[in-house]
């Protein structure tokens, strides 16, 4: 199993930090999400550590390899990326077969069957593809790439609901039958929030967050009721977020909900609910202070 | 080894869109001669017209390159395969021109002046050097082109600027016309027995070799750190 490291990364675009003093650990066999607002700088570090940027400081090695001396070992990751690089004049069945050149694991037969589930035709040129069907021609070369670390930006970029299903379907049925490391970075994060393992959550180009989904989701909770309540209910609690309407407030509690915590909400009448991974992240990010 | 093969033959196939360009211009031009009648029937590759698919495929080589590093081709595999790919199109230019004069010739009285009888018109400019100085320039040209399209690629505009000033120097220079004196010199200390005043083939094609050495090597020095665009 590969692991890829980051290292102090760094990168400036001009006066702007997009990645700063960014280190982080894909351990193998797990699926991280990587999350941000735009410009957090998820696709500058996505191409920093595939070498398609080069960092100001800092390094990327893949099984202790770092990638600036030996880009080689970059044949152990698939990066699909968020834009279409691949030659006007390439038929997508001509794409595969050379897909298959640098990626020698590629599953020639399960892209193709790929292809035909989602009705890519195989005569297409990249160029003529919607911006739905070339994003389908990258995710199926990657996940056919049974590369042992998978980079995903934006994988389902303006696929419809019924793509994006049978997208998110397909993934879980290639990690079950070959396990492998996989980064999805993402906007349309509740859809994804079943699949993922852990989360980074970037930040003007910092790691604001790295947490398993499961103990970020019970660190947080939901609770409603009668505004003057709730306030005495999370007056000496973390509140990352909260909504009034009418007589009635809830607000998003930044802590695990004890059975002390329940019965005192209990005696104020208070409703307790879990949130979700969207909820928690616009909460995380548009706050100040929150996160560092 | 395999890789670069394939990628080397990738590029070459890309170059000769440019090759059929040409041909295709060049032959339409005589035939149109031909029937129209006009003079006497003169062939279009004279002074290295061929150099147009040289300045296509140097400039051109950077096309790809976000292509092929998305899928982490190794830099200094690109780069090997570049470069055989540019060496390959040095070597079917300098062979376009006999091809173009052997085959239509069996057609139409067309007449091929070899870029090394033009610039060599003193000498007797025909051998084993003419062929090797047509393709040491050739080759010259190509890898200035690649480090033009490096240096464009890479978003320096005012070093390319820079480059492309020196070189229209050195061939105004090459070409008898003087720049004034210091800058004149200069070029002349630098430059001379690039081309040595068209006298010396064997010392001019030398210098050409080098020079595309030069330029081969800073063309690896600045890929090995290009990002993608």
């Known amino acids: ?292 | 080894m395999k890789t670069i093969f394939k990628v080397a033959l990738f590029h070459i196939g890309d170059y000769m869109w440019g090759v059929l360009f040409f041909l295709g211009i060049v032959s339409i031009n005589l035939v149109g001669q031909f029937y129209m009648r006009v003079g006497e029937i003169e062939s279009t590759v004279r002074l290295g017209g061929s150099f147009l698919i040289i300045v296509y495929a140097g400039y051109h080589s950077m096309e790809h390159f976000a292509f092929f590093q998305s899928w982490h081709l190794p830099r200094r595999q690109f780069y090997l395969a570049n470069a055989a790919a540019l060496f390959a199109m040095a070597l079917v230019t300098l062979l376009i021109g006999p091809t173009l004069e052997f085959v239509l010739g069996a057609i139409l009285p067309v007449e091929y002046g070899s870029i090394a009888e033009t610039w060599f018109l003193g000498l007797d400019a025909v051998g084993v050097w003419a062929v090797l100085w047509s393709f040491s320039l050739h080759a010259f040209t190509v890898y200035v082109l690649w480090l033009l399209g490096i240096l464009h690629y890479r978003g320096w505009f005012w070093t390319s600027i820079v480059v492309v000033a020196a070189l229209a120097g050195l061939a105004r220079f090459s070409l008898g016309v003087p720049l004034g004196s210091a800058f004149g010199g200069s070029l002349r200390f630098f430059f001379v027995g690039m081309i040595d005043d068209r006298t010396n083939i064997i010392l001019a094609s030398m210098n050409l070799t080098l020079g595309a050495l030069m330029c081969a090597g800073v063309c690896y020095l600045l890929l090995r750190r290009t990002p993608i665009r």
Request: net charge negative; aromatic share 6%; with cysteine.
């Open chain 1, 1 to 292: 199993m590969t692991t890829i490291a980051v290292k102090n990364l760094s990168k400036r675009f001009g006066a702007i930090r997009a990645v700063d003093d960014v280190s982080l650990t894909l351990e193998p066999g797990k699926i991280y999400g990587l999350l941000g607002r735009n410009g957090a700088g998820k696709t500058t570090l996505l191409n920093l550590m595939t070498k398609k940027l080069l960092p100001d400081c800092g390094e990327v090695t893949v099984d202790e390899r770092n990638i600036a001396l030996h880009d080689a070992v970059l044949s152990q990751v698939y990066h699909m990326t968020d834009k279409n690089y691949f030659p006007s004049g390439l038929q997508v069945r001509t794409l595969f077969r050379w897909c298959q050149t640098f990626y020698p694991q590629f599953d020639l037969a399960y892209a193709e069957s790929l292809a035909a589930k989602f009705a890519l035709g195989q005569h297409s040129m990249p160029a003529q593809l919607s911006t739905g069907y070339s994003t389908i021609l990258r995710a199926i070369m990657a996940l056919a790439s049974n590369a042992p670390v998978a980079l995903f930006d934006e994988p389902v970029l303006g696929l419809d609901a019924v793509h994006r299903d049978l997208l998110y379907r397909e993934l879980i049925a290639n990690y079950s039958h070959k396990p492998k490391t996989i980064l999805i970075s993402t906007h349309l994060i509740d859809e994804v929030a079943e699949v993922l393992e852990e989360v980074i959550v970037l930040r003007e180009g910092r790691i604001a967050l790295q947490q398993p989904v499961d103990d970020l989701l019970e660190g947080v909770y939901a609770v409603a009721g009668a505004t003057d309540k709730v306030n005495a209910f999370i007056a000496e609690r973390t509140v990352i977020g909260s909504e009034t309407l009418g007589g009635t407030r809830s607000a998003m509690v930044m802590s695990r909900l004890t059975s002390a915590d329940r019965q005192a909400g209990e005696q104020l009448n208070l409703e307790f609910t879990r949130v979700t991974l969207q909820r928690v992240f616009i909460a995380l990010t548009n706050q100040q202070g929150v996160l560092p």
